[in-house]
């Protein structure tokens, strides 16, 4: 026993080699409040200095994406860690062809951008990565673990059935590659403590019961590839890319060993930033902002004129000894405004900071720039963030169409719909369940990560449920006309709405199709999805024969299928 506990100790110290990475530029005093603290207190010190952070927009993510995930040896490289493929920036908000905004923690979890719990995690940069689109779509929501039977791999993501005692329940699992599982830990530590109290919808590795957040077989996963796995300099670059993005860091890469004193080794004893080698809480310096930092860009991406989108900035020092002033200047700084042009050093100088409110509101269509510089409160210099924004269009949104769901089975489903036509940002999918014993209905919203994305899976289907689903597509804050509407009832069969001018009428032995115009060919689909009859130049009243059974008909110009009973 003693033996095996020197080696675990012997190889936490090969994996962690500093207590705080010497390389990250962290901002005087920023973990200040950590100090002196144990368990669940520390990690609600950890949740109070990280939910505090700006807001990014989903639209923009790709402009910071260049920033927090391009390769060193050429920054228009995109650095993906689900996939060894190359992938190239081609600048501005529309992403890389091929390539997914993936929410390494899947939003599904929580309900992504549920305005009950905020949109903060939906565009957190601290989970969200590039990632290759069909390893996106492999491992889904699937919770991370280690494969024992794999369906999918590309030779850095494994998708299949997980290790005894791992999934949470789920049948599968997603394993990154070795080089980056403690990315990924360290990453699941910072949503942790970030959204610990988000109420959490799936619970393959979270819990809504416990001040951990995490389950304890995650606890174990996680801290053995955090142990096996040590910071890199590509996350230490990410942090502080992170930071000049939202004006936050992930403190488990800051701090390598921080997650011990929460979920591991060192659960219960006191954290003290002296002996991490970090500044302790008694500061008598000269004043110093923490955040923002020089460097620090505010970027709106795309705003459709008219429209305003607001950004949060925390402003905190300490040792502040005057207020701060505030001012915009240069170029566009009439597209932009601030509340205030002075914040007090009590403010300032607090845990929480100052939560500065900048606006973007654009007059005229085109690229808009202008600088927000943060002077005084007893500063040797000041402080200028950059801010940039691209006025555009309002958005056409056309009506959706909504296809038949695939993959039925008794416990899930997938949604389908076809492509938009115009650009979009993402899609909405929206479902309502009704359960027939109890007469009781939900309604519940989910989106996709991107606009590639033409199928949603559900895999919390139960017996006595019947679900609906329709599409809408988003852009810029623009929601298109509701899609038509999909029924998967109890039996798992799909019905779909009515399209007029086209009517199926069912016979003895087949159906007959009533049209009043032309409707172009017809396909009749039976319910495991094979093409049983293909008409060309479908007219009025033609009749199909059938055996009997459940049948889909779908023409060239209907927005939706039909449903049909032969009998």
Not at 140 to 169: A, I, W
Not at 304 to 325: F, Q, W
């Amino acid at each position: 026993m003693i033996l095996k506990r020197l080696y675990r100790v012997a190889m936490i110290a090969v994996a962690i080699t500093a207590w705080v990475n010497a390389g990250a530029t962290i901002p005087p005093g920023y973990y200040d409040q950590l100090d002196g603290k144990s368990g669940q207190a520390l990690k609600d010190a950890v949740h109070n200095l990280v939910k505090q952070h700006t807001t990014l927009s989903y639209g923009s993510l790709w402009l910071y994406f260049a920033d927090t995930d391009c390769r060193p040896e050429d920054h228009k490289k995109v650095w993906d860690m689900y996939s060894d493929k190359t992938y190239y920036f081609r600048g501005g908000t529309s992403g890389v062809s091929g390539m997914h905004k993936e929410h390494s923690l899947p939003k599904s979890w929580w309900g992504g951008y549920d305005e009950t719990q905020g949109y903060a995690g939906y565009t957190d940069i601290n989970h969200l990565y590039p990632a290759n689109g069909d390893a996106n779509m492999a491992k889904s929501n699937y919770p991370m673990g280690e494969v024992s039977t794999t369906t999918f791999d590309n030779g850095v993501t494994k998708v299949g059935h997980p290790k005894t005692g791992q999934g949470g329940g789920c049948s599968w699992v997603f394993e990154p590659d070795d080089r980056y599982k403690g990315d990924f830990a360290r990453t699941y530590f910072y949503m942790a403590c970030a959204y610990q109290d988000y109420n959490w919808r799936y619970t393959y590795m979270m819990t809504n019961n416990s001040w951990k957040t995490l389950n304890e077989w995650s606890i174990d996963l996680l801290c053995r590839w955090a142990r096996n796995d040590a910071v890199s300099d590509k996350e230490v670059d990410r942090n502080d890319a992170v930071q000049r993005s939202q004006n936050n860091r992930n403190p488990f890469i800051d701090i390598p060993m921080l997650f011990e004193y929460i979920w591991g080794d060192r659960q219960g004893q006191v954290f003290y930033l002296s002996d991490a080698g970090a500044d302790t809480t008694s500061y008598t310096g000269d004043p110093e902002l923490i955040a923002p930092t020089q460097g620090t860009v505010l970027d709106f991406g795309e705003v459709a004129i008219g429209k305003t989108l607001e950004y949060t900035l925390y402003v905190k020092g300490r040792g502040l000894t005057n207020p701060l002033s505030l001012q915009l200047y240069l170029y566009d700084y009439e597209m932009f405004s601030i509340p205030v042009t002075t914040i007090s050093r009590t403010m300032a100088n607090s845990v929480e900071g100052y939560p500065l409110k900048v606006t973007y509101t654009p007059t005229a269509i085109g690229n808009h720039t202008a600088r927000l510089l943060v002077s005084d409160g007893g500063l040797v210099g000041s402080v200028g963030v950059e801010l940039r924004a691209r006025c555009v269009e309002v958005p056409h949104l056309s009506r959706l169409t909504a296809l038949p769901a695939s993959d039925i089975s008794e416990s899930g489903y997938t949604a389908n719909w076809q492509a938009a036509s115009e650009q979009v940002d993402y899609y909405i999918i929206t479902r309502t369940v009704y359960n027939k014993d109890s007469g009781e209905s939900r309604t519940e919203s989910f989106s996709t990560d991107n606009s590639e994305e033409t199928t949603f899976k559900f895999d919390d289907r139960h017996a006595n449920e019947s679900h609906t689903y329709s599409v809408q597509s988003y852009r810029l804050g623009y929601v298109s006309e509701p899609s038509n509407v999909i029924t998967i009832d109890s039996s798992g069969l799909t019905g779909i709405e009515a399209d007029k001018p086209l009517q199926v009428l069912a016979l003895e032995g087949g159906i007959l199709i009533k049209c009043s115009e032309n409707v172009g060919d017809a396909i009749v689909y039976d319910m495991s999805g094979r093409v049983v009859r293909h008409i060309s130049n479908l007219t009025d009243d033609t009749v199909i024969e059938l055996p009997r059974g459940i049948y889909l008909l779908k023409t060239t110009t209907s927005r939706s299928a039909w449903k049909v009973a032969v009998r």
